[in-house]
């Protein structure tokens, strides 16, 4: 594998409580009951509209939903290396993909300012092609756009790309964009990530470098 495509959340930073946290606010802010984080962990991946409109509930109006995510967001921007952290051997299996001569990026459902400011926060920015997010793109994960996009600058093929990730969309969006699919097991959601079946299925970083 030449090009390796990280998601965020549940693969290379372990952020759910930060956003467990954050979420909470906006349902205090909106006067709402807060939720557990095992539910939140369920709500993450698929970009921050769908994560507040699912906290809020069914009944939710577009107005609130608008309102709640503007809340969330701000919030979260000011609070979220308050906890987050790499998960571990992330660090070191990075430096060392990047040593190899792999061509490195993110691809995540989170807005791209936040994802940039976390990763240059936990000193690792340097080592990513690109990074991109929910909102660089029409589209968001698992549509394959992000992935096409990524193949088309660096002319690598899918056949040498893997895109690795903790959830059933990041499952998806490889399958979208014939690409390999690398699950991973110390994330927000194994269950459905095993359920979409993965190419292959990694418990450690380590495990992770033997493949590639």
Avoid at 34 to 61: F, K
Avoid at 70 to 75: D, H, K, P, R, W
């Amino acid at each position: 594998m030449n090009l390796l495509i990280f998601d965020l959340d549940g693969t290379l930073i372990d952020s759910i409580e930060d956003l467990a946290i954050s979420v909470n606010a906006t349902l205090k802010h909106m006067g709402l009951r807060t939720l557990g984080q095992s539910t939140i962990n369920s709500y993450v991946g698929e970009g921050a509209a769908v994560l507040i409109r699912r906290a809020l509930g069914p009944e939710a109006s577009d107005a609130d939903v608008q309102k709640a995510l503007e809340f969330f967001l701000g919030y979260y921007r000011e609070h979220s290396l308050e906890h987050t952290k790499l998960y571990p051997g992330i660090r070191e299996g990075i430096e060392e993909l990047h040593a190899r001569g792999k061509t490195l990026a993110v691809l995540t459902n989170k807005p791209v300012r936040i994802s940039n400011d976390i990763l240059c926060a936990l000193g690792v920015a340097d080592k990513f092609f690109r990074v991109y997010g929910g909102n660089s793109f029409e589209q968001k994960k698992p549509d394959p756009i992000g992935v096409s996009t990524l193949l088309g600058e660096t002319y690598a093929s899918a056949a040498e790309t893997m895109l690795v990730g903790d959830s059933f969309v990041d499952i998806r969006t490889a399958r979208n964009a014939g690409v390999t699919a690398c699950g991973v097991t110390w994330g927000f959601d194994p269950e459905r990530m095993r359920a979409e079946e993965p190419d292959l299925i990694v418990d450690s970083m380590d495990e992770l470098l033997r493949q590639v």
